[in-house]
């Protein structure tokens, strides 16, 4: 069965660049959510997408900005990096929102911030 | 602050034992989910469980909620090494989800 894709998987960029990480939800999935976990932290919710519109906010910092698409992938754009923004970026989809619906993960990205 | 707390924060075991974890919220909520996670790798759902649901099952997994005590626990039976990973219980408020800190299981062969 398809699951959720994220590219890239691994990402390396400089302090002060910009990343932009992509966000592949299973077919006929409407909500994508966006989570942010360091290093030997727990998974903290960013931000989530219900047909195409931001449903929710989470612990998202002004710096990044996230959209969904027609198709209903996701991008979640990241400037002015910080080394503290190193972590594993996670996306999941459900169809329909909130916690009603189980969310499936993506294999997430690895962002390194040197 | 967290919505979830998870305890304990490690538990080893030999295989075939059983293992519990405990998770804490402090919120109302809609459902409860208990996401594996394998060391650096993807979150992956492996239950999830209403509130008007006391008690729900899944192969070798046996989730309860207690929303009086706002709590809930995971009982993995019949352990395996390869149940050697991170437990995580996820919470949803207002479309939100907040994850607790996690139980770190390992299964001794």
């Known amino acids: 069965a398809a699951g959720v894709i994220q590219s890239p998987r691994h990402l390396i960029k400089e302090k002060r660049e910009t990343a932009t990480l992509k966000c592949y939800p299973i077919p006929r999935h409407d909500t994508v959510y966006w989570y942010q976990q360091g290093p030997g932290q727990d998974p903290q919710f960013l931000i989530s997408f219900y047909e195409k519109m931001q449903s929710d906010k989470g612990s998202i910092p002004d710096r990044f900005s996230a959209q969904q698409f027609s198709d209903y992938h996701s991008e979640l754009n990241m400037s002015s990096l910080e080394l503290g923004d190193s972590a594993l970026y996670f996306c999941?989809?459900?169809f329909g929102q909130g916690g009603t619906y189980e969310q499936y993960f993506g294999p997430g990205t690895r962002l390194t911030v040197t | 602050s967290q919505q979830g707390e998870e305890d304990p924060q490690a538990l080893s075991i030999q295989e075939g034992e059983n293992a519990t974890m405990n998770c804490s919220y402090k919120?109302?909520?809609?459902?409860l989910q208990w996401y594996r996670q394998n060391s650096g790798r993807g979150l992956v759902h492996l239950i999830l469980?209403?509130?008007?649901?006391r008690e729900k099952h899944s192969g070798r997994l046996r989730v309860t909620l207690d929303t009086s005590k706002k709590s809930s626990s995971l009982l993995i039976t019949a352990s395996r090494a390869a149940d050697t990973a991170s437990y995580f219980c996820?919470?949803?408020?207002?479309?939100?989800?907040?994850f607790g800190t996690g139980t770190s299981l390992t299964v001794i062969p």
């Open positions: 999941a989809s459900s």
């Open positions: 996820a919470t949803d408020a207002r479309n939100q989800f907040y």
């Open positions: 919120t109302s909520i809609n459902n």
């Open positions: 469980i209403r509130s008007n649901e």
